[in-house]
């Protein structure tokens, strides 16, 4: 039975992937599809992707276009299109979920609920050790111990280490009194909602806002609720050098989104024609 997709987006990155199935075959929660959104890695990486599914026996496929440039809006739009049930969960291709994220993420599902989760940055020796030796994975979660020390590594040492502890209780969690902010990389909601904005706006042309800011800003607007996942639907973030945000996509954020004030974009999910508004269908 598939109560949920996770869609993991995907650039090269074959090891990290490899990770990403360690954990997610010892998922507490296992009624799941996983759909990986390729932004063009190349024709080696459907084939990567079904070897995986059947190393670890997970229900597992890749959707994948050709695209020079940044496409990653495209080819998450693409894979909603083709999922397979009402619930969604995304992920990035260079973040390993803890065993309970998909139970996290399920069990605190809502109607016209967003559930915002955070990430752990690992340090680059801990990131670099991962990939030698997974056994470090083999409890399907990275010790706080491992966790504490990789604080203290060198060179690129790791921080957010208080993401990496789990707390059951909605309770201790709500004590934290955090701000609550949608992360690109770790959120769930219903696909109705995601339908009802038009998904991501593929006008974004390189990486930042798009897959995030402008996401919580049209979900808000459409009276969306955002709620906190963090220390529940725990992840961790294999470290790599920082990219580089594009300057067009804040200008495509505060001339679009901002000015319009409508969460339903016009590139999205699908085409709407900017002067009769109707629906183009997709070639």
Not at 125 to 138: F, V
Not at 250 to 271: D, M, P, R, S
Request: glycine share 10%; net charge neutral; proline share 3%.
């Amino acid at each position: 039975m598939t109560r949920a997709s996770l869609i993991i987006s995907v650039f090269r990155k074959k090891e990290e992937l490899e990770l990403i199935f360690r954990t997610l075959k010892q998922q507490t929660f296992r009624e799941f599809e996983v759909i990986v959104a390729d932004d063009d890695s190349g024709n080696d990486m459907p084939a990567h992707v079904e070897a995986l599914k059947n190393r670890y026996g997970l229900d597992a496929r890749t959707v994948t276009h050709s695209f020079t440039g940044f496409g990653k809006n495209i080819i998450l739009n693409k894979a909603i299109r083709e999922s397979r049930s009402d619930y969604l969960v995304f992920i990035d291709g260079d973040c390993i979920p803890h065993r309970r994220l998909m139970e996290g993420h399920l069990r605190e599902r809502g109607a016209n609920t967003v559930l915002c989760g955070r990430r752990v940055m690992l340090g680059e020796k801990l990131s670099a050790g991962l990939k030698a030796d997974p056994r470090l994975l083999s409890g399907g979660s990275i010790s706080y111990f491992s966790l504490m020390g990789d604080v203290f590594s060198k060179p690129n040492p790791g921080y957010h280490t208080e993401e990496g502890i789990y707390i059951g209780s909605g309770l201790l969690r709500r004590m934290r009194g955090m701000e609550i902010t949608l992360s690109g990389c770790n959120f769930s909601l219903d696909k109705r909602l995601m339908e009802k904005i038009n998904g991501f706006d593929e006008d974004y042309t390189g990486p930042g806002i798009g897959e995030d800011s402008d996401l919580e800003f049209r979900l808000r607007l459409a009276g969306a609720e955002l709620r906190s996942v963090r220390n529940l639907a725990v992840l961790y973030h294999i470290y790599h050098p920082l990219t580089t945000e594009n300057n067009s996509n804040w200008e495509h954020f505060h001339e679009v989104a901002q000015k319009t004030g409508t969460y339903f974009c016009k590139n999205g999910l699908i085409k709407t024609n900017e002067q009769t508004a109707k629906v183009i269908p997709e070639k």
